[in-house]
């Protein structure tokens, strides 16, 4: 069965650089989250995009912004990185409403040096 | 405030026995849903098992059941004869709706360190 694919598994940026995150989700799952998990600690909730619409917003710094495109595929775009970015970035997406299934990614391991 | 609340940083087990990984969990919304993820050191989260609110009968997936008793507003997690590879961190998440509209997200616990002795 497909799952969400996240590219790139791993990256490695200065300070001060920007990264792109893609995340391409289940096909007919219509909403696609973003979430952060820092070492040691549980995934917190960025933002999440409804049939490529914004449907929601979490604890995002104003450095990211992500956007979901017409094939459906979404993309985490940080800039400005410090070194309290480095965290395990992940996308999920589900079939809303009332999801019984979340499907995660295998997540996007950002370094920042 | 913390929506759920996992109260056990560390847990170990001896292989072949059972597990029982406690989950309290805070909503007023009477429909609800509830999770549980595995996490391994390779860092993926691996999808275990969902309770609904309305779900007339407790969880089952395998070796793996949900104790959920909603007047005490728990989901224990409950693994049968634990296995070297369940050794992982394990989150307990619930759907919630979101304040701003109509949309729904995951919430997750602090997760507990299941670490399985040989």
Redesign the interface.
Known sequence: AAGVIQSPRHLIKEKRETATLKCYPIPRHD?V?WYQQGPGQ??Q?LI?F?EKMQ????SIPDRFSAQQFSDYHSELNMSSLELGDSA?Y?C?S?A?????????G??T?LTVV | AQKITQTQPGMFVQEKEAVTLDCTYDTSDP?Y?L?W?KQPSS?????LI?Q?SYDQQNATEGRYSLNFQKARKSANLVISASQLGDSAMY?C?M?EL?S????????????TKLTVNP
């Open positions: 909403t989250y549980d995934p909730f999440s409804y449907s929601d917003k979490g395990l992940f999920a589900s809303q409403p009332a999801a019984r299934t979340y499907t995660f295998s997540g391991r | 429909s849903g999770f993820y860092g993926e989260m691996i999808f969902y609904g989150f998440a759907r979101s701003q509209g109509g949309s729904e997200k995951l919430v997750f616990g602090k997760g």
